[in-house]
Protein backbone atom coordinates (compact mmCIF):
# COMPACT_ATOMS: atom_id res chain seq x y z
CA UNK A 1 0.00 0.00 0.00
CA UNK A 2 2.62 2.47 1.24
CA UNK A 3 4.67 1.53 -2.39
CA UNK A 4 1.75 2.01 -4.27
CA UNK A 5 1.19 6.10 -2.53
CA UNK A 6 4.57 6.51 -3.02
CA UNK A 7 4.84 5.42 -6.91
CA UNK A 8 1.62 7.51 -7.14
CA UNK A 9 3.46 10.75 -5.69
CA UNK A 10 6.45 10.26 -7.98
CA UNK A 11 4.37 9.73 -11.16
CA UNK A 12 2.78 12.79 -10.29
CA UNK A 13 5.81 14.88 -9.18
CA UNK A 14 7.73 13.90 -12.85
CA UNK A 15 3.83 15.24 -15.05
CA UNK A 16 3.56 18.16 -12.97
CA UNK A 17 7.23 19.37 -14.02
CA UNK A 18 7.28 18.00 -17.43
CA UNK A 19 3.75 19.41 -18.74
CA UNK A 20 4.09 23.18 -18.27
CA UNK A 21 7.89 23.00 -19.62
CA UNK A 22 7.59 20.50 -22.72
CA UNK A 23 5.35 19.44 -25.28
CA UNK A 24 6.23 15.99 -25.60
CA UNK A 25 6.48 13.61 -28.72
CA UNK A 26 7.04 10.03 -28.28
CA UNK A 27 8.68 7.64 -30.70
CA UNK A 28 8.88 3.56 -30.61
CA UNK A 29 6.33 3.66 -28.28
CA UNK A 30 6.25 0.03 -28.92
CA UNK A 31 9.43 -0.43 -27.32
CA UNK A 32 8.55 1.11 -23.59
CA UNK A 33 8.58 -1.39 -21.31
CA UNK A 34 5.25 -2.26 -19.98
CA UNK A 35 7.63 -3.77 -16.79
CA UNK A 36 10.82 -4.90 -15.55
CA UNK A 37 13.30 -5.68 -15.88
CA UNK A 38 14.81 -3.58 -18.42
CA UNK A 39 18.04 -1.68 -18.55
CA UNK A 40 16.93 2.28 -20.41
CA UNK A 41 20.35 3.80 -21.67
CA UNK A 42 20.16 7.30 -22.70
CA UNK A 43 22.06 10.48 -23.69
CA UNK A 44 21.96 12.99 -21.34
CA UNK A 45 21.46 17.36 -22.43
CA UNK A 46 19.62 19.00 -19.11
CA UNK A 47 19.02 18.34 -15.49
CA UNK A 48 15.34 17.58 -16.31
CA UNK A 49 16.55 14.20 -18.60
CA UNK A 50 15.33 12.00 -15.98
CA UNK A 51 11.96 13.56 -15.73
CA UNK A 52 11.17 13.19 -19.40
CA UNK A 53 11.96 10.08 -19.43
CA UNK A 54 10.03 9.23 -16.34
CA UNK A 55 7.25 10.30 -17.33
CA UNK A 56 6.91 8.50 -20.24
CA UNK A 57 6.36 4.98 -18.41
CA UNK A 58 4.05 3.73 -16.32
CA UNK A 59 6.50 1.59 -14.06
CA UNK A 60 8.73 3.37 -11.97
CA UNK A 61 12.36 4.46 -13.57
CA UNK A 62 15.50 4.04 -10.93
CA UNK A 63 17.99 6.13 -11.94
CA UNK A 64 21.29 6.28 -11.35
CA UNK A 65 22.37 10.35 -9.76
CA UNK A 66 25.45 11.23 -8.95
CA UNK A 67 25.71 11.41 -4.96
CA UNK A 68 26.16 14.93 -4.35
CA UNK A 69 23.33 15.94 -6.11
CA UNK A 70 21.42 12.70 -3.91
CA UNK A 71 22.53 13.63 -0.85
CA UNK A 72 21.53 17.86 -1.50
CA UNK A 73 19.58 18.49 1.84
CA UNK A 74 16.78 20.17 -0.54
CA UNK A 75 16.46 17.10 -3.02
CA UNK A 76 17.24 13.73 -1.50
CA UNK A 77 13.84 13.23 0.19
CA UNK A 78 12.84 13.49 -3.58
CA UNK A 79 15.15 10.82 -4.80
CA UNK A 80 14.57 8.80 -2.20
CA UNK A 81 11.07 8.31 -3.18
CA UNK A 82 11.78 7.85 -6.52
CA UNK A 83 14.21 5.01 -5.67
CA UNK A 84 16.92 6.70 -7.17
CA UNK A 85 20.65 4.76 -7.03
CA UNK A 86 23.09 7.53 -5.82
CA UNK A 87 26.63 6.85 -7.65
CA UNK A 88 30.18 8.49 -6.99
CA UNK A 89 33.38 8.36 -8.75
CA UNK A 90 35.36 6.61 -6.59
CA UNK A 91 35.40 3.27 -7.47
CA UNK A 92 33.84 0.90 -4.42
CA UNK A 93 30.94 3.80 -4.31
CA UNK A 94 30.37 2.56 -8.42
CA UNK A 95 31.05 -0.74 -7.50
CA UNK A 96 27.93 -0.45 -4.63
CA UNK A 97 25.83 1.29 -7.50
CA UNK A 98 26.21 -1.37 -9.88
CA UNK A 99 25.24 -4.38 -7.32
CA UNK A 100 22.67 -2.21 -5.93
CA UNK A 101 21.45 -1.63 -9.83
CA UNK A 102 21.46 -5.75 -10.72
CA UNK A 103 20.02 -6.19 -7.67
CA UNK A 104 16.88 -4.05 -8.88
CA UNK A 105 17.02 -5.49 -12.15
CA UNK A 106 17.12 -9.05 -10.57
CA UNK A 107 13.52 -7.57 -8.75
CA UNK A 108 12.00 -6.91 -12.06
CA UNK A 109 12.34 -3.08 -12.05
CA UNK A 110 13.13 -0.64 -14.64
CA UNK A 111 16.99 0.88 -14.41
CA UNK A 112 17.68 4.50 -16.35
CA UNK A 113 21.54 5.68 -17.21
CA UNK A 114 22.85 8.14 -18.24
CA UNK A 115 25.96 6.57 -20.18
CA UNK A 116 27.89 9.55 -21.34
CA UNK A 117 28.32 10.37 -17.43
CA UNK A 118 27.89 13.78 -17.22
CA UNK A 119 25.92 16.30 -19.15
CA UNK A 120 26.75 17.35 -22.59
CA UNK A 121 27.79 20.81 -22.49
CA UNK A 122 28.52 20.97 -26.82
CA UNK A 123 25.22 19.38 -27.80
CA UNK A 124 27.16 16.53 -28.85
CA UNK A 125 27.11 12.91 -27.96
CA UNK A 126 29.88 11.75 -25.85
CA UNK A 127 31.33 8.34 -25.64
CA UNK A 128 29.82 6.09 -23.24
CA UNK A 129 31.31 4.81 -20.44
CA UNK A 130 31.40 0.80 -19.76
CA UNK A 131 29.30 0.40 -16.71
CA UNK A 132 26.37 -0.55 -18.26
CA UNK A 133 27.86 -3.59 -19.52
CA UNK A 134 28.57 -4.89 -15.85
CA UNK A 135 25.09 -3.88 -14.66
CA UNK A 136 23.82 -6.27 -17.32
CA UNK A 137 26.39 -8.48 -17.51
CA UNK A 138 25.20 -12.43 -17.10
CA UNK A 139 21.23 -10.99 -16.82
CA UNK A 140 18.34 -12.08 -19.23
CA UNK A 141 17.43 -8.23 -19.33
CA UNK A 142 17.23 -6.18 -22.72
CA UNK A 143 18.94 -2.92 -22.75
CA UNK A 144 16.78 -0.03 -24.70
CA UNK A 145 18.38 2.78 -26.11
CA UNK A 146 16.80 5.91 -25.57
CA UNK A 147 16.93 9.53 -27.20
CA UNK A 148 16.45 12.77 -25.96
CA UNK A 149 15.94 15.58 -28.67
CA UNK A 150 15.56 18.98 -29.05
CA UNK A 151 16.44 20.09 -25.61
CA UNK A 152 19.50 21.18 -26.95
CA UNK A 153 17.69 24.25 -27.84
CA UNK A 154 15.94 24.29 -24.61
CA UNK A 155 16.83 27.27 -21.73
CA UNK A 156 17.71 24.07 -20.00
CA UNK A 157 20.79 23.16 -21.76
CA UNK A 158 24.61 24.50 -21.78
CA UNK A 159 23.83 25.95 -25.51
CA UNK A 160 26.40 28.86 -25.18
CA UNK A 161 27.91 28.21 -22.38
CA UNK A 162 24.52 28.85 -20.41
CA UNK A 163 22.34 27.57 -17.89
CA UNK A 164 18.82 28.94 -17.65
CA UNK A 165 19.89 32.48 -18.50
CA UNK A 166 18.44 32.07 -21.96
CA UNK A 167 15.31 33.52 -23.60
CA UNK A 168 12.72 30.41 -23.88
CA UNK A 169 12.00 30.05 -27.53
CA UNK A 170 8.54 28.98 -26.71
CA UNK A 171 5.91 28.45 -23.79
CA UNK A 172 6.23 24.72 -23.48
CA UNK A 173 9.64 23.90 -25.38
CA UNK A 174 9.08 20.75 -28.42
CA UNK A 175 10.91 17.81 -26.95
CA UNK A 176 10.72 14.31 -28.83
CA UNK A 177 11.44 10.86 -26.90
CA UNK A 178 12.48 7.93 -28.90
CA UNK A 179 12.60 4.46 -27.57
CA UNK A 180 14.34 2.04 -29.76
CA UNK A 181 14.21 -1.60 -30.05
CA UNK A 182 15.65 -3.94 -27.40
CA UNK A 183 19.09 -5.03 -27.58
CA UNK A 184 21.06 -7.96 -26.00
CA UNK A 185 22.46 -8.07 -22.67
CA UNK A 186 25.71 -8.81 -24.49
CA UNK A 187 25.99 -5.54 -26.48
CA UNK A 188 28.68 -3.04 -26.12
CA UNK A 189 28.47 0.35 -24.83
CA UNK A 190 30.32 1.24 -28.37
CA UNK A 191 27.00 -0.38 -29.93
CA UNK A 192 24.80 1.21 -27.33
CA UNK A 193 25.69 4.59 -27.97
CA UNK A 194 25.70 3.74 -32.19
CA UNK A 195 21.74 3.33 -31.61
CA UNK A 196 21.07 6.01 -29.26
CA UNK A 197 22.63 8.09 -32.15
CA UNK A 198 20.99 6.42 -35.02
CA UNK A 199 17.29 7.08 -33.07
CA UNK A 200 18.05 10.76 -33.53
CA UNK A 201 18.80 10.51 -37.21
CA UNK A 202 14.97 8.64 -37.94
CA UNK A 203 12.12 10.33 -39.70
CA UNK A 204 10.33 11.88 -36.56
CA UNK A 205 13.54 13.72 -35.13
CA UNK A 206 14.39 17.06 -35.52
CA UNK A 207 17.84 16.01 -35.77
CA UNK A 208 16.99 13.59 -39.31
CA UNK A 209 17.79 15.39 -42.63
CA UNK A 210 19.55 17.94 -41.23
CA UNK A 211 22.70 16.90 -42.51
CA UNK A 212 24.57 18.34 -39.45
CA UNK A 213 25.09 16.04 -36.33
CA UNK A 214 22.53 15.44 -34.20
CA UNK A 215 21.55 18.67 -31.91
CA UNK A 216 20.22 17.27 -28.77
CA UNK A 217 22.26 14.19 -26.73
CA UNK A 218 22.76 13.48 -22.81
CA UNK A 219 21.51 13.74 -18.71
CA UNK A 220 23.28 12.46 -15.96
CA UNK A 221 23.35 15.88 -13.84
CA UNK A 222 26.95 14.78 -12.91
CA UNK A 223 28.68 11.61 -13.24
CA UNK A 224 27.66 8.07 -14.25
CA UNK A 225 29.21 5.04 -14.79
Keep these: MIAAVSDSLVRFGLRLVVRPL ?7 KEHIPSRGPALLVSNHLTY ?7 SCLNPIVRFLVWKPYYDHKLLTWGFRLAKAIPIWTRPHSAARAIARARAELARGHVICIFAEGSISRTGNLLPFQRGLEAIVRGLD ?5 VHLD ?4 SVFSFQGGRFLWKRPRTLRHPVVVSFGAPMAPSCTAHEVRQAVQQLGLKPGSSDA ?5 PA ?3 FGGGHGV
Design 216 to 218: SLG
Design 141 to 145: VPVIP
Design 48 to 54: LDGFLIG
Design 209 to 213: GTGGP
Design 22 to 28: FRVRILG
Design 150 to 153: GLWE
